[in-house]
């Protein structure tokens, strides 16, 4: 697992930060899709029938809305780096994100990745292959007490993505703590006494993690839509960039919709 391949699709300036040392990792509650870290719907309705003390609430309405309300917190307690996970480079990948301005792709293994980020001080890292679920009939009652397992799972309908994730998280000095959610409503405290909260709340602005591109990049594509005077722009970037950090990156126009030639 350690040698797999890993491909990241970027943008020009998301590429030149990686180029020049940083690896952007974006707090969850930032991401397009909604349901990124949120719990499966049985789940959800378990927890829900579960949860017995209804003196507390004036309908059920009321637990559903405390339940939305702590799951949306931990959406602030994970920080996320995302990889598709393939041998070649993938046209499938290409049309979703060339169309979308990610004209450049990197590839690395885990391994590579694993060995060359500094952490910051202060925040711990999992690494883990994307789970793809039934998000409608999932029930898995580790998510009361694994606050990382919403983020190692995804609905099955992205599963073409094969994604890789790097998740940054930092502990709580105090991990058993209710209090530093503060309500003051009874229903609120009753129900985060139901959770685990044992990781902070991380920047809204999302973390940059001090990388060696130099270590972690095998190869650099440059988009099949690009014009080659487009490419030529990016190599004459590299160049600079070589002269100045001692390095010899170069990029590859991909060929993947090149006419067929069976003489080479």
């Known amino acids: 697992m350690k040698d797999q391949k890993l491909w990241r699709y970027y943008d020009l300036i998301k590429f030149l930060t990686l180029i020049n040392g940083e690896l952007y990792f974006a707090r969850a509650d930032s991401f397009k899709d909604k349901y990124e870290g949120a719990i499966p719907k049985q789940t959800f309705q378990s927890m829900i029938e579960n949860f017995k003390d209804y003196s507390t609430a004036k309908n059920k309405d009321d637990i559903i809305l405390e339940f939305q309300k702590i799951f949306n917190e931990k959406r602030k307690k994970a920080a996320i780096s995302c990889w598709h996970i393939n041998d070649t480079e993938s046209a499938a990948m290409w049309e979703l994100y060339s169309k979308a301005g990610f004209g450049i792709a990197v590839n690395t293994t885990i391994e590579k990745l694993a060995n060359s980020l500094v952490i910051p001080e202060g925040y711990k890292m999992i690494m883990s292959q994307v789970n793809y679920i039934d998000f409608d009939k999932e029930n898995n009652t580790d998510y009361i007490y694994n606050e990382l397992l919403p983020f190692k799972n995804k609905r099955k309908e992205f599963i073409y993505e094969n994604e890789f994730r790097i998740i940054l998280y930092k502990e709580s ?3 058993t703590s209710v209090s530093s959610y503060p309500d003051k409503t ?12 044992g990781l902070e709340n991380l920047p809204s602005e999302g973390i ?6 130099s270590k972690i990049i095998l190869e650099i594509l440059a988009s099949p839509y690009m014009k080659n005077y487009e490419v030529k722009e990016i190599k004459r970037l590299l160049d600079i960039i070589n002269s100045h950090n001692n390095t010899n990156f170069t990029i590859r126009h991909s060929n993947i919709y090149d006419n067929l030639n069976y003489s080479k």
């Open 173 to 175: 000095k105090d991990s």
């Open 186 to 197: 009874i229903l609120a405290d009753k129900v985060r006494q139901r959770f685990h909260f």
């Open 208 to 213: 940059k993690v001090k990388v060696d591109p």
